[in-house]
């Protein structure tokens, strides 16, 4: 059984009709901008500034996410340089009446920080991992 990340996701939506193609199935590209927000929410925390996506690594997915499906995805910061920030975003699945959870795709996300002016700002460095307590 899948087992979703143990902090909590940055958004969580409902698929809607409006999401579907002709078909009926929900757009990858819906589903790929829900992780573009969930990243961009967490690089701009993260740098306290204006973001813009400059890259997305590939995305295979894994199932497909059907109207009534809780979307819920989960950002993590993994990277940082002079002024990019690599976070990797998970979306995971569960249906309106199911308790279980299943991922639906991953990728890693590129963006960069801007200033007022919009050009290219430093970040903070990545944050240092917690000491162990042992």
Same mark, same amino acid.
């Given at each position: 059984?899948?087992?979703?990340?143990?902090?909590?996701?940055?958004?969580?939506?409902?698929?809607?009709?409006?999401?579907?193609?002709?078909?009926?199935?929900?757009?990858?590209?819906?589903?790929?901008?829900?992780?573009?927000?969930?990243?961009?929410?967490?690089?701009?925390?993260?740098?306290? $500034?204006?973001? %813009? /996506?400059? @890259?997305?690594?590939?995305?295979?997915? =894994?199932?497909?996410?059907?109207?009534?499906? !809780? #979307?819920?995805?989960?950002?993590?910061?993994?990277?940082?340089?002079?002024?990019?920030?690599?976070?990797?975003?998970?979306?995971?699945?569960?249906?309106?009446?199911?308790?279980? $959870?299943?991922? %639906? /795709?991953? @990728?890693?996300?590129?963006?960069?920080? =801007?200033?007022?002016?919009?050009?290219?700002? !430093? #970040?903070?460095?990545?944050?240092?991992?917690?000491?162990?307590?042992?």
């Amino acid at each position: 059984m899948d087992i979703p990340p143990d902090h909590p996701p940055a958004i969580r939506v409902t698929a809607m009709p409006a999401d579907t193609n002709p078909s009926g199935d929900i757009f990858g590209g819906w589903l790929m901008s829900q992780m573009d927000l969930a990243g961009s929410s967490l690089a701009s925390r993260h740098s306290r $500034s204006r973001t %813009v /996506t400059i @890259a997305a690594d590939a995305m295979s997915f =894994l199932r497909p996410v059907s109207v009534g499906d !809780e #979307v819920s995805v989960y950002a993590e910061l993994v990277a940082v340089g002079r002024t990019s920030m690599k976070v990797h975003v998970e979306a995971w699945r569960r249906a309106r009446d199911d308790i279980h $959870s299943y991922k %639906v /795709t991953e @990728a890693t996300f590129t963006f960069v920080a =801007l200033d007022e002016n919009r050009q290219k700002r !430093e #970040v903070p460095p990545l944050p240092a991992a917690p000491a162990d307590a042992g």
